[in-house]
């Protein structure tokens, strides 16, 4: 069945340098690849996305690549600050057979002051 | 302008038991969604509402689930009767535009089933 693999599950960071989070997604007619971040106790909220038809989007300190060919995306946030610790979710969906999104089961990102 | 809210925020109730969440999307988003997430796994799309109509329903466990969207507004998602592997975070999440698949989430409903 359709699925999305998240990796890591945690990932603790020195507060300035780079965290990473890496996805992979299973079904190729996927279009649409959402970037959720939960901070404790909250609601998840969308950061980013990013459509098929596109490799890359950046905005200030968070990027995502895409790679459609290896079924791969990934989120890159830099200059990493306390505030963005958090659960980060990554999502892909598409516009065939139904619009369900299917998420991958979170990384859970420290950031060390 | 008002957010996705999902009320309770949370719930304990017995095995056995019936519990009906209630999502109110952010007004005018035709799309709705329902997600559960169990002790820390991913979060599982349960269905999707477009207005009042069921778009897909394919994530739904079984029958002891029933989401209802009368009139296209708020939506109910009730569990009859609950079991203890209901336990979860259950959100409801709206979008108007469907390229925006689930954009604005609810902060979520706690169930606990003892």
Known sequence: GENVEQHPSTLSVQEGDSAVIKCTYSDSASNYFPWYKQELGKRPQLIIDIRSNVGEKKDQRIAVTLNKTAKHFSLHITETQPEDSAVYFCAASKNTGGFKTIFGAGTRLFVKA | ?114
């Open chain 2, 1 to 114: 302008e008002a957010g996705v809210t999902q009320f309770p925020s949370h719930s304990v109730i017995e095995k056995g038991q019936t519990v009906t969440l209630r999502c109110d999307p952010i007004s005018g988003h035709d799309n709705l969604y329902w997600y559960r997430r169990v002790m820390g796994k991913e979060i599982k799309f349960l269905l999707h509402f477009v207005k009042e109509s069921k778009q897909d329903e394919s994530g739904m466990p079984n029958n002891r689930f029933l989401a209802e969207r009368t009139g296209g507004t708020y939506s109910t998602l009730k569990v009859q009767p609950a079991e203890l592997e209901d336990s979860g975070v259950y959100f409801c999440a709206s979008s108007q535009d469907l390229r925006d698949r689930a954009a604005f989430f609810g902060q979520g409903t706690r169930l606990t089933v003892v």
